[in-house]
C-alpha cells in the first residue's frame, strides 16, 4: 500500500523569495510520484512527474522537485515565487508495478499565499 | 484540443433531488475517476472505471451511482440517499496499460454543487 504525507498545510512566502513544500512517501514498490498545482475552483494541473528516470525533476512555471530514496521524499521547490503561484498543491503518489492501473493517492494539500 | 469536460460548473439540488454530473473526454483514455473535494479535505474517490460496463466503489461511494456506457462518458449520479452532497466534484481520466508506468491523470475543471 502505498500513502503520502504532506507536512505543511499552509506556507507563506513574499514574493521573490524561494518556495518549499515538504511531502514524504510511503510506497511498497518503487513508485511514481507527482505534484498538482489547483486554483480556486479549478481542477488539478499536472505541474511535473516522477516515473524512475532523473531524480531532479523540472516542470512547469519554473517548479521542480527532488525525488531522495533514502529520505523518502518529493519536495517541490522554487527558486522565486510569483504572485501567480498562490494556489493548492498535492503531492501524489501511485506504485510502479507490473500492472499500471493502480489508484493513486492524493495528500491532503499545501496551500501556498504570495505576500506582495 | 483533447481534454476532459464537466458540465455543468454550477449545479443546485433541492433536498430529495438526484442530480447527474456529466464527464467526457477525447483523450481515448482507459480509466476514468469521480472524486470529491471538501474544504480542508483533500480529495476523496467515490467511484473509477478501468474499462467499459466495468466500474468500482472508491473510498465514499454511499449515496452516488455511475455508468459506464461508453469510453468516453461517466457520468456520475448524486442520489437522495447522499445526505451531505455539497462539495466540488472533479472528474479524471488517465491511459492505463498493464506493464506501464502511470503517467497520471488529467482532470476536468469541475463541478460545485449545492444544496439549496
Known amino acids: 500500500a502505498q500513502s503520502v504525507t504532506q507536512l505543511d498545510s499552509h506556507v507563506s512566502v513574499s514574493e521573490g523569495t524561494p518556495v518549499l513544500l515538504r511531502c514524504n512517501y510511503s510506497?511498497?514498490?518503487?513508485?511514481?510520484l507527482f505534484w498538482y498545482v489547483q486554483h480556486p475552483n479549478k481542477g488539478l494541473q499536472l505541474l511535473l512527474k516522477?516515473?524512475?528516470?532523473?531524480?531532479l525533476v523540472k516542470g512547469i512555471n519554473g517548479f521542480e522537485a527532488e525525488f531522495k530514496k533514502s529520505e523518502t521524499s518529493f519536495h517541490l521547490t522554487k527558486p522565486s515565487a510569483h504572485m501567480s503561484d498562490a494556489a493548492e498543491y498535492f503531492c501524489?503518489?501511485?506504485?510502479?508495478?507490473?500492472?499500471?492501473?493502480?489508484?493513486?493517492?492524493f495528500g491532503t494539500g499545501t496551500r501556498l499565499t504570495i505576500i506582495p | 484540443d483533447g481534454g476532459i469536460t464537466q458540465s455543468p460548473k454550477y449545479l443546485f439540488r433541492k433536498e430529495g433531488q438526484n442530480v447527474t454530473l456529466s464527464c467526457e473526454q477525447n483523450?481515448?483514455?482507459?480509466?476514468m475517476y469521480w472524486y470529491r473535494q471538501d474544504p480542508g479535505q483533500g480529495l476523496r474517490l467515490i467511484y473509477y472505471?478501468?474499462?467499459?460496463?466495468?466500474?468500482q466503489k472508491g473510498d465514499i461511494a454511499e449515496g452516488y451511482s455511475v455508468s459506464r456506457e461508453k469510453k468516453e462518458s461517466f457520468p456520475l449520479t448524486v442520489t437522495s440517499a447522499q445526505k451531505n452532497p455539497t462539495a466540488f466534484y472533479l472528474c479524471?481520466?488517465?491511459?492505463?496499460?498493464?506493464?506501464?508506468?502511470?503517467?497520471?491523470?488529467?482532470f476536468g475543471s469541475g463541478t460545485r454543487l449545492t444544496v439549496v
Open positions: 483523450l481515448n483514455h482507459d480509466a
Open positions: 472505471s478501468q474499462i467499459v460496463n466495468d466500474f
Open positions: 501524489v503518489v501511485s506504485p510502479i508495478s507490473n500492472f499500471g492501473n493502480e489508484k493513486l493517492t
Open positions: 479524471a481520466s488517465s491511459s492505463q496499460r498493464t506493464g506501464a508506468i502511470h503517467y497520471g491523470y488529467t
Open positions: 510506497s511498497s514498490y518503487s513508485p511514481s
Open positions: 516522477y516515473t524512475s528516470a532523473a531524480t
